[in-house]
């Protein structure tokens, strides 16, 4: 697995790669993701499959569209955030320096859907996680003991809902029916910062700690 800090709020993006496939999916698209996946893929010799979104603000889906169209990677996202998907500009809350592609391909799943099959033939649970946008989804690889869980759970915090669609309330509750009843060694790779656990944050994170 690669992780990538790119563009101008240090957005992590995750690149996994299976060498007995050849194949590979990437967990968000920030700008900047373009020049270090494409060169990894190459490197590796893997073709990627899947653009798995977590949420669809400016920073994490920049680069989807021009991934998309170099590779034809199948792009998933949860229904309630396509729009940002496919009318980017209308909705970055602030003016950029730069353009945002809008992505109109990308397969769009519902609460009803509970897990993913990416090329490698890996399977992610899907959990949905409300609160920081109205459609985050969270992507749990049993196998190894991981969660990429976005903007909805950091190392030592949460993610912010002062922006159109966040809601503290329902995020707090997605955080803590969905994420914590994750075993304790589940490593969470969030959308921005270091990683932490699933035990650490229950048992510590000052918003969401089951303390409270």
Known sequence: MFCFECGPV?????????DATKTAYLIDA?????GPVMQTLRDNGWTLTDI???????DHTADCARLLQETGARTTVHEADL??????????????PFEIEAVHTAITIGNEVSS??????????????PGHTEGGICFVDQAYR?????????NGSVGRTDLPGGDMDVLIHSIRTQ????????VAWPGHGPETTIGHE????????ERL
């Open 179 to 186: 994420l914590f009843p994750l075993p304790d060694d589940i």
């Open 146 to 154: 991981r969660a990429f869980v976005g903007d909805t759970l950091f």
């Open 116 to 129: 993913l099959s990416v090329g490698s033939g890996a399977v992610l649970d899907v959990l949905h996680t």
């Open 10 to 18: 240090a957005t992590n993006c995750y690149l996994i790669g299976d």
């Open 52 to 58: 798995l979104l977590t949420h669809t603000h400016w």
């Open 202 to 209: 229950r048992r510590t994170n000052p918003f969401a700690a």
């Open 30 to 34: 920030p700008y900047g993701a373009y």
């Open 83 to 96: 729009y940002r998907l496919t009318d980017p500009m209308a909705h970055t809350i602030w003016p950029l």
